[in-house]
């Protein structure tokens, strides 16, 4: 399943946002300007499916951060609400500060006072013109509709700080939200590479088949090894050289270890990952990431062009339309160059960002409106 709309509200320099997304997407703008709100909006519903959502939130500063840092009117709810459209499927998630009347049903009244509370979350389906819940949680009370097309309470409720999806114990029963959670649950994020001199992409490794690089990239060389291994290779040879003319990767594999070289022409020995720039180190990480023979239905990067010099931009934009035919992707950076290249190569238009009043917006979007509807046509 693609996401063909993101809509955001509340979520800090965001208070209200819609984006309709394609295969290929790109957000750009200058530093300040929300991107990364936006790519963590939606590491936030990963988090939400895997149990992981307080954690999350608690590294950048609990709710009192990720709620909306500018003025709030007296019918500004004090909540974040991040909704995606996914197919035929549509969830919608909000999340609030926990409420004084909770917090005395503690043993510890106020210890957790900075968790999230889940004020609302639905999963809905259009069926003939009708919205129909899969999935209807407002505060305490949960019905969710099983395998026989009938609404029931479910089963099972963890707190006010975990996810619905998060606490699926018995997925056939729930054959749909089942779906979602494994949807949600699949895809993959890419914030940052390490390419320090101490990094550990620098170093050999032990030798795994990996057919998915991990989030920091720190088994980059048996992720390009895998790539080569599963029938990759002529791909991954044709984006290196589009980067490095006449350049050779070349895998060094021993039973205990494994690294990888590359050879420069014109040069006499090849340059192992201790001798790599880190644009070039970051460029091998996004062909191992991109190359992928497992690719997920959504990847999202966070400024993929660190540390790269703009002759770069070029065989980077080639190798991001050449995945977006096989997975959804969505990007964010303030390369304007990198932007337009991509743009003019797969047709898309770079969506740019802005500050309003301090408020993340969509450079020529109209203001949008994210009000809570509690009218159904299908309980």
Not at 107 to 134: C, M, Q
Request: a negative charge.
């Amino acid at each position: 399943m693609r996401i063909s709309r993101l809509q955001v509200y509340g979520y800090r320099s965001i208070k209200s946002i819609d984006l309709k997304l394609d295969a290929l997407n790109v957000i750009a703008g200058a530093n300040g300007t929300g991107k990364s709100n936006l790519y963590r909006s939606l590491y936030i519903l990963w988090a939400a499916a895997s149990g992981q959502l307080a954690h999350v939130l608690a590294q950048e500063g609990g709710m009192t951060s990720a709620l909306w840092a500018g003025k709030r009117s007296k019918l500004d709810d004090a909540v974040f609400r991040i909704q995606v459209k996914m197919d035929d499927l549509t969830y919608k998630f909000e999340c609030g500060c926990v409420p004084a009347s909770a917090r005395g049903f503690m043993s510890y009244p106020g210890w957790f006072s900075n968790d999230p509370d889940i004020k609302k979350e639905e999963v809905t389906t259009d069926f003939r013109a009708r919205k129909i819940h899969l999935l209807k949680r407002k505060h305490g009370a949960i019905s969710a509709r099983n395998i026989d097309g009938r609404p029931i309470e479910y089963p099972l409720a963890g707190s006010g700080c975990e996810s619905v999806l998060s606490c699926l114990r018995e997925p056939h029963l729930f054959p749909d939200l089942s779906v979602l959670r494994q949807e949600i649950l699949g895809w993959r994020f890419y914030h940052h590479f390490r390419t320090d001199l101490a990094s550990p992409l620098r170093r050999e490794q032990i030798p795994v088949f990996t057919p998915v690089l991990s989030h920091d990239g720190h088994d980059l060389a048996s992720a390009l090894a895998s790539i080569m291994a599963a029938e990759g290779e002529a791909n991954l040879r044709k984006h290196l050289s589009n980067a490095f003319p006449g350049a050779e990767l070349n895998i060094d594999m021993e039973p205990r270890t494994v690294a990888f070289t590359l050879q420069m022409p014109g040069l006499n020995r090849p340059f192992n990952a201790r001798e790599l720039s880190d644009g070039t180190l970051q460029y091998l990480c996004l062909l191992a990431a991109l190359l992928t023979e497992r690719p997920p239905n959504l990847l999202i990067l966070n400024e993929p062009e660190t540390s790269m010099h703009p002759d770069l931009y070029g065989p980077l934009s080639e190798l991001l339309v050449d995945a977006s035919k096989r997975c959804q992707i969505v990007i964010t950076t303030h390369a304007r160059e990198l932007a337009a290249t991509i743009e003019k190569l797969s047709g898309n238009k770079t969506i740019h960002l802005e500050k309003s009043d301090g408020a993340t917006s969509i450079v020529g979007a109209r203001p949008f409106d994210f009000y809570d509807d509690d009218e159904d046509d299908e309980n």
